[in-house]
């Protein structure tokens, strides 16, 4: 099946801001919270640990929400320029965001704007006006099927709180005006697009071009595919990769897109039907396979997992999770909980892998030649410089050119 996107030719031209590893595709992505992190002290307990993040090549940490929120968690923003979080005072975000910058971890911003809680009443007796803080909107800010008087929403609602209409000119005038603020005072770097399927994506695109983050990402989550009566995964998701294929086109190819549909693939792949691994065209079956130099892949984040647990990857088959998308290209995120709460095995197992990914160079653009897949085994070959190994099924490369880098519990990787 075909599918319309630019080109990763075009693209390249597109990311004529951005730096020598972004142009590469040499990525490796940290989310560096979970949905309990705001009880901890997180400014603070991240600072120490950046160190660690730069060692093991980690290039950007996404952070939750820096901003002042009506819940703690950080995704319901009100006051878009108060930088006192649950997370830790303004200071204590300053001193994390210098140690990054000097260990050269780029820090990526959670950018919360499909929706914003107001501080006053408005029209119809809703909480639609922001007076009294900065971007003191009206009710023509927010959409109309959300309790505001501006335009109607151009993407799904996010119900109970006002839905910022970005069809606003003077909206998307205050919206880059803060993203400019986030990149050049206080020292952001990148950007992570929350509920993007909250509003169109050309808004995402103008966003991108005009604030110049050195990367970004955008969350798209659309379900999979599942068969009914007792809905189990299709075997075949291409129609859910190419929503988000369409999505990222839509920004122009400005910003990549988490790859949910390598998620729910890989997600119950790993539980004894590895064969979905590839594509009715011998090809990976997510959004990797079809535009792998915008794909984000990733095994949890803090809505699929953590205490929220709304799409959770089996605990026991993680490692073969981590084996497959720190080997394969697009560019792959780990997630805190797995590399500091897990115990050192575990973070140890990860950072191997990211070792190998980097001395191996790896990338998002690598090609990948899929060996064998079977209910109980999927191998593959990247660039020729990486072999690898998941499932329970017995295997190893043939020639004495292979030598193993590292293996664990139903995983293994092999280079020359």
């Known amino acids: 099946m075909g599918f319309k996107s630019v080109s990763d030719d075009k693209l390249k031209r597109t990311e004529s801001f951005s730096d020598g590893v972004i142009q590469k595709g040499r990525e490796i992505l940290f989310q560096a919270f979970n949905w309990e992190s705001h009880k901890y002290g997180w400014w603070k307990n991240l600072e120490k640990k950046v160190a660690d993040l730069a060692k093991c090549g980690f290039t950007s940490a996404w952070l939750p929400p820096v901003t002042h929120s009506f819940s703690p968690e950080g995704y319901l923003p009100q006051n878009l320029y108060s930088l006192d979080s649950s997370y830790g005072s303004h200071l204590e975000l300053k001193a994390l965001l ?12 959670d950018i919360v704007i499909n929706h914003r809680v107001g501080t006053t009443r408005g029209h119809g007796g809703a909480y639609n006006r922001y007076d009294g803080i900065p971007l003191p909107w009206n009710e023509h800010a927010v959409t109309s099927c959300s309790g505001g008087l501006g335009s109607r929403s151009t993407g799904d609602n996010f119900h109970g709180v006002p839905n910022i209409d970005h069809t606003q000119a003077f909206v998307r005038k205050d919206i880059i005006g803060w993203l400019k603020w986030l990149r050049q005072s206080i020292g952001f770097q990148d950007f992570r697009f929350d509920f993007a399927k909250g509003y169109a994506p050309k808004f995402v695109k103008e966003y991108v071009e005009e604030s110049k983050p050195i990367f970004s990402v955008g969350e798209y989550w659309d379900t999979c595919n599942y068969c009914p009566p007792d809905y189990r ?3 075949n998701q291409d129609s859910h990769r190419q929503r988000i294929i369409n999505w990222i086109d839509y ?3 400005r910003c990549a897109a988490f790859d949910f549909t390598t ?8 539980k004894g039907e590895l064969w979905r691994l590839h594509d009715p065209q011998g090809k990976a079956p997510g959004v990797m396979g079809w535009w792998p130099s915008r794909s984000v892949t990733f095994i949890e984040n803090h809505d699929t997992g953590s205490t929220q647990g709304h ?3 089996p605990v026991d088959h993680v490692m073969e999770g981590y084996a497959y998308i720190l080997t394969h290209p697009g560019i792959p995120s780990v997630f805190y909980d797995h590399f500091y709460d897990w115990g050192d095995s575990i973070h140890n197992q990860i950072a191997k892998l990211t070792n190998i990914r980097r001395q191996q160079d790896i990338h998002s653009r690598s090609t990948i030649k899929i060996l064998e897949v079977r209910s109980d085994l999927y191998s593959a070959i990247i660039d020729n410089k990486v072999c690898m190994k998941i499932g329970d099924g017995s295997w190893c490369p043939s020639g004495k050119e292979w030598k193993l880098a590292t293996s664990g519990h139903r995983y293994a990787v092999w280079h020359k």
């Not at 210098?98 to 911003?109: C, F, L, P, T």
Request: proline fraction near 3%.
């Open 311 to 313: 799409w959770p990857f």
């Open 251 to 253: 920004t122009g190819g």
């Open 263 to 270: 998620k729910g693939i890989l997600q119950e792949a790993v």
């Open 233 to 235: 995964l299709d075997y």
């Open 98 to 109: 210098q140690k990054m910058d000097q260990n050269k971890v780029r820090a990526m911003a």
